[in-house]
Nanobody, 124 residues
Framework: QVQLVESGGGLVQAGGSLRLSCAAS????????MGWFRQAPGKEREFVAA????????RYADSVSGRITISIVNAEKMVYLEMNSLKPEDTAVYYC?????????????????WGQGTQVTVSS
């Protein structure tokens, strides 16, 4: 059974940086896509970034492109989200997600396993 556990969230000032981590277990993850989504209060969950476990191909939301990098360390089964130049509008709960399929999907319904989320708060 696939399990995902996020960590690394916190409070940071605008312009600062954070690195979120997602520990994946319970599977080999070959052929999986891994994604990061976020949900702000009163808003729907939205796509942030995704990566193909096999190819390493990545996709980013336009709102974060150039500021955020998603990466995988295969041997450790870790997925990272490096966030720089953070803005108050990046404040949200960030979720790690896994879905069967070779492509780095941007669609929420492509993912069927979710972590519990980690809070990121960016102060102005």
């Amino acid at each position: 059974q696939v399990q995902l556990v996020e960590s690394g969230g916190g409070l940071v000032q605008a312009g600062g940086s954070l690195r979120l981590s997602c520990a994946a277990s319970g599977g080999t993850f070959s052929g999986y896509a891994m994604g990061w989504f976020r949900q702000a209060p009163g808003k729907e969950r939205e796509f942030v970034a995704a990566i193909s476990w096999n190819s390493g191909a990545t996709r980013y939301a336009d709102s974060v492109s150039g500021r955020i990098t998603i990466s995988i360390v295969n041997a450790e089964k870790m997925v990272y989200l490096e966030m720089n130049s953070l803005k108050p509008e990046d404040t949200a709960v960030y979720y790690c997600a896994a879905g069967k399929g070779p492509y780095a999907s941007t669609f929420l319904l492509s993912y069927d396993c979710w972590g519990q989320g980690t809070q990121v708060t960016v102060s102005s």
